[in-house]
């Protein structure tokens, strides 16, 4: 019989991509963290936030189904380009982001094992907007391209919260006011 021993919060800090130089920067209020998965580390984050506690819970959550991870970087506030803590109220309510991916075609819904790179939730107004700044008329032609962010406790309810979205977006479609094709 094995047991095992829960991580000490130093192992937990190392996997989840900080060193020692990162990790005694946690209480400086001149940096700000960073959310990154671990294979897209050097692209543009998704999100930034002005506590740590908050951040790392947000990691914690999205290290459960992201493949390859998700890990935190310091970065200092002063070159931060993203909107400071944007998903904060989400995260302390216990949401966490889910990739949803539409197979449009076969008329599914799953959810991705990745975190977006935009991680403000999936809407009409959003696909409409992107669509249009794509070069998109009212119609497109999106096949199993249409993805997005949904916020949810767990993946079962933001799989619930995307069935609905399609629902309203297949309603806009029988109405003529949105074409997808």
């Known amino acids: 019989m094995t047991t095992k021993f829960p991580m000490t919060t130093r192992e937990l800090y190392h996997s989840v991509g900080l060193s020692t130089s ?17 294979a897209k580390r050097l692209g543009e984050p998704p999100a930034a936030f002005s506590d740590f506690g908050c951040a790392l819970n947000l990691v914690k959550r999205v290290n459960a189904f992201v493949e390859g991870g998700v890990g935190l970087r310091p970065i200092l506030k002063s070159s931060n380009k993203l909107k400071t803590d944007r998903y904060k109220r989400l995260v302390d309510v216990g949401l966490t982001p889910y990739m949803i991916n539409f197979n449009i075609n076969r008329n599914g819904i799953e959810l991705v094992d990745d975190l ?57 479609k029988a109405k003529g006011q949105v074409d997808l094709v």
Do not use: C
């Not at 790179?117 to 249409?146: F, P, Q, Y």
């Open 22 to 38: 990162d990790i005694t920067k946690i209480d400086d209020p001149t940096f700000v963290w960073v959310i990154a998965t671990f």
């Open 116 to 172: 977006g790179a935009d991680l403000d939730e999936l809407s009409v107004d959003k696909l409409m907007h992107n669509l249009n700044r794509i070069g998109g008329t009212a119609s497109a032609d999106l096949g199993d391209n249409l993805h997005g962010t949904f916020w949810a406790p767990n993946g079962h309810l933001a799989i619930k919260k995307a069935r609905v979205f399609k629902a309203v977006l297949d309603s806009l």
